[in-house]
Structure formats: C-alpha cells, structure tokens
C-alpha cells in the first residue's frame, strides 16, 4: 500500500469523534453505567420527570423507568443514606445532590457513616457509593447556589474527591467511580455544563488517581481543578506575550491528590501558583501551598502564589459574582507579581 493508502487506513482505523457537551457526557456516562450494571440506578430530587436542575439526567427516566431513576422526597440526609444503606447491600447507587451548598444537609450521612463504615466494622464493610453535585459560581444564582465547598470533603478520610473538569472526564470518571469499593464524591462545576467539545465515539472510562498536565510549560506551574482549569489555561497563553512560559497541572482528584504530579511539575518550573474557586482561608489551596513547601521548598525561586474567591458568600450581581471568584485576568496579575514583573 502506498503513503495515501497507509494515511487513509490509519485515519479510518482511529475511533470517530463525536461533537457533544459537558452535560451530555455526564448523561451518556450515567446511561452508560445503567446499561452495563443491573444494580446501578440513580436517586435524587426532580432526576426523573423533571430531567435534573441541570438537565443532565433528561430523558433517562423514560428510557430506563422508575425503578432505576427515582425522583426522591426534599430529604438529602434521608436519600444520601437510602443510597449508603443499598451499596452496603450489594447495589450501586447514583445519588445526585443538585448543588453543594444542599450536601451540607447530608454530610452527617456522608462523613460520620459512608466514610466511617470500612474502618468502624474492621474492613467487613464497604460503601461502593457514587455522590454526583455541581458546584462553582456563575450563574447568577446567589449565595446558597453558588459555594465551592469540595475542599472540605477533600479534608475527610474514607472517600474519594473528583473533579472533572474536561468533557473526557466528565464521560470516563463515573464508571471508574463505580468500580471503587468505598464512596466516591465527583463535583461538577456549574458553568462547565453547556461547553462543547469532541470527544472519541467510544470513549470510556478513565483512571481517577493522577493529575494531568494540560499545558507544558518551563517558568511557573499553575495547579488548579475544575471550573477554573479553563481560565488558567486562557491565563497561560496570555502570558506568552510577556515571555513567562506557564506549566498548567490539572489536579482532577483533589482526595487523593497526586502530590507526585504537583511536586514533579514545581521541581521542574520552580515557581507554582494555585488556582481555587474556593475561598482562600483553610482552602484545598492552602493545603497544596503546604504541601509544596513540605517537598520542594529548597528548590522554589520565588513564593507561592494564590488565587482564590474573594472571603465573601458569592453576591447575586453579575458584575460582583464575576469579581469574587477567580478570572482570567487576576492570574495573570497574580503569574506577574511572582516575577516581579506587576
């Protein structure tokens, strides 16, 4: 076969793209799960006739019936522990909390039982649990809407704490989640839903313990997650036109987090800002900032920077909600203060 022949073989042996979004993703990972496992169903409020606050499970409960997408009562700490109750019993629950701010209703269920039960009963017990919640500021819809509070379930002991911030984790880290004999915590971030992107017609399933570097760069590391992954990376190019080459560390799991991957990169650069749409004081953010001084401070050029939501609840005004989470400009700022360049 000649060059073109080999090029046209080889192009039609790669799996076909797919145009979709963030929120379709999330859809097609739930389907996916239901159609491979009899025992997988999804539980929470308004998931079945009404679709989902975000739409994400619209259509599903037609397609698989009531017995697997249940709508639930106002009760987030009644359904959170239904759900804990039937993984211990063998079955593997989807529970979807519409934001993090209505999780705090269930956190007694969440950190004194689901992630209590391996080490009180001595390893005979488990809780192969799946708890879905968006988070993150954007919308316009207030204080109670808006929080970014996964850092805190990143500070418990016994589970696991993921947030997907591309459309190929979005469609991969559910099944992976579901594989995994203790409860897992994914944090969808709000204004992520409706962004659009290809993705591989068979993607799967992907691996939900290591950081991944979005960007390469040689002068500074930029770890963040989630929401604001985008932001840093359009902060990175930015900051191509004043010479300052930005690494860009995707931290993807924030428990556990990939302190290989944040230490290799910070080694390498010398110099790391975080980015964290939670607020700044006893933050994921700070913990990260510790853990860099802990590994690698004799090899840092200059202090760790932060960028973080300004220390108040997230205001309703577009104008104020934008100035008090992290954008686009404030790292870039903040990139060049580190170099002295602000």
Known sequence: MNEMGDAAKQESDLPAMVETTYREAVKEAIRDALRRDDRVFLMGEDVGRYGGCYAVSKGLLAEFGPERIRDTPLSESGFTGAGIGAAMAGMRPIVELMTVNFSLLALDQILNTAATVRHMSGNQFGVPLVIRMATGAGRQLAAQHSH?????????????????????????????????????????????????????????????????????????????????????????????????SAEVLDLRSLRPLDNDAILTSVRKTRRALVVDEAWRSGSLAAEICARIVEGAFFELDAPIGRVCSEEVPIPYARHLEEAAIPQTPKIVSAVKAIFGKA
Request: aromatic share 8%.
């Open 148 to 244: 970014s509070l996964e850092g805190w379930y990143a500070h418990i002991p016994g589970i696991k704490v993921l947030a997907p911030a591309t459309i190929e984790d979005a469609r991969g880290m559910l099944w992976t989640a579901l594989q995994d004999p203790d409860p897992v915590l994914i944090f969808e971030n709000v204004m992520l839903y409706n962004m659009t992107g290809r993705l591989e017609g068979d993607a799967g399933a992907v691996d939900i313990d290591k950081a991944a570097v979005r960007r390469d760069g040689e002068d500074i590391t930029l770890v963040t997650y989630g929401g604001s992954l985008w932001k840093t990376l359009a902060a990175a190019s930015a900051l191509e036109g004043d010479n300052i």
